[in-house]
């Protein structure tokens, strides 16, 4: 029958389960190395899963159905919707021969945290949290039944072989978890439990796996092998390999044979930002700096600055050496107060971190404040050199490549470098990925291509506003306009996405498609951003109305412009004064020769070529810049 351990209280859940399973067709424990105990980790679910009973669902081990079920389960999946998955084990116990019926044995113990309270669930067709309901001559039906238990007290669950733990070692294990020991003791202990379980029956392994989860967020899991040989990697962890990408190379034994691969254990930390996610969380631990910084990240993100900084100051009042919300609150006061002095004070101590890497990761963050709060892209780049030299850090270099294509063109290939880099160290990096994007367009010239790439990696990314806007940018680059409406629906749907991005992206698509200009020309004039300034004043000059695009243009400042949106107001400027068609030309095949831009943005002149309202004799003259630009850029 085997054997599942689960030990819970009100905030903390551990289990151990052992590697022995039932052969369906013969009722005896085989003694392959089953996985058994298989965690579940998503944004808004803290759970682990362990079962008792059958080995496998036709050929398919039970262990990897399970990962199986987990992996489908969407992004935003609760304990209800694990169990609901797990109940499809009934039709598979239905599609066994009939003549092994009085084999097939299946429990699941479901242990996970809600808000911060631990929860136990068994799913069986043969006991409940009373005990077994089942004789040993009956056949288990193939319906699951569901039993819940919240712990106020320690608490073990015995699943499988019942009868192999004794009185006195249960009180045992459990006044362990009342004297508060640290997880990972209690997972030995639980461990030595299992030992003697196996010395009692031969239905249990000596070895066994083990696992926790705390209200707090963290988990972990760890492998107590005695008997198996060979690979251990358990079925959740392999399946998390397969969805980055990773292959794990074996090495070798002395004698030269390949050596086995061993997952020893693993960590894991559960965040899920919400209004009740922190009110449980300080409950629990209202003195802890770093959640009061991740508080006030979350209220930040969601636009309340001011809760925001009282929580970053709580942070460093509970610990005034806590660098990253130094870091938060220096760009806070940078941006909101417009406090260059203070800000930089906070910055400073964030950068005595004496950890490489999160120092280099905060100059980065500096950087970014230096190139968006004061407009000094030279500044901004000697820091984001300094930010990118020692070890390698993907992000960091993904950030900064992303910097030298929007600001420094003429090093697109350094960019291009450390993008390849940053995909090859992880190959779902969100930056590495747009700055891939932005090869595939300026160095590649095939817009399409990056318009595809991006819409195929959007999934993974769909809270990532960033990420939307820039795969909503490129489908209206190359074309892709019922995709581009669809993108923009997304984004204007999206609580994360500020204002003026989602009316500038209306204002272009509006344009593209034809409709009205002074349509076009109000979401312009109702964003606050530079480069809409810009677009308003082409608009404007299409329509005869020059005044009113100097008027526009007049009130850009320029200091936070990209190189290619630069460009755009050089030779919107250019057309607006009127300036001979040849000069503009000339200006512009000057800008793309010496890379002060690596690529030109089509869109909005494009867009005003195709339109039916604009003057035939200015649809000629786009049409002919289009075609400058295209020789030069070839």
Known sequence: MTLVLALASEHQLHMTCDFKLTDARTGKPLTYNAHKLIS???????????????????????????ARKVAELPDKADLDALIAALRQASSQLEKLPRSIWKFRHLTFVVGAIQGSQAVVA???NFQDLSGLFLDDSSAPESDLRLSVMRPSKPSLIVAGEVRSIRKDERKSIERSLRANIDQEVIRERLAALNRKAAQRTNTVSQGCHSGSIIATGS??????????TGDFIPPDIQEMFNRVGLKLNRGKLPD????PIVVRGATSYSYSPSPSYFREQFKLRPNDSELWNNFGAYEDHQGRTESARTAFQKALELK???FIAARNLGSLVWRVDGNREEARRLFDIALTDPEDSWRRTTLAYFAEAVLHFEGDVQAAHETYKSAVEGEFVAWIAAKYAWFLLQYKPALIEEARNLIDESLKQDPHLAWALLGKAQCLWHLDRDPDAAFRMLLDYLPRFEKDITFLASTLHMSLVSQHLAAAEELLAQLTRSKDAAEDI???FKGILDLCQGKSLDVAAASFIASEAE????NLAAVRWSQGRDAEGREALDNIRGEHLTAGAYAELVITKDLVEGTSFDAITSTLQELISSRRIAVFDPTLFRGLANHADVDPEIKLKLSTLLRVINEAQV
């Open 531 to 534: 480069t809409d300034l810009i």
């Open 320 to 322: 005034p050496d806590n």
């Open 219 to 228: 988990g972990a899991s760890q492998a107590f092998l005695v008997e198996q």
């Open 40 to 66: 579940v980790r998503s944004s808004t679910l803290q759970a682990i899963v362990g079962f008792t009973g059958i080995a496998t669902f036709g050929r398919e081990p039970v262990g990897v159905w399970i």
């Open 122 to 124: 068994l799913l069986s």
């Open 502 to 504: 989602k009316i500038s």
């Open 256 to 259: 030269g044979s390949p050596a």
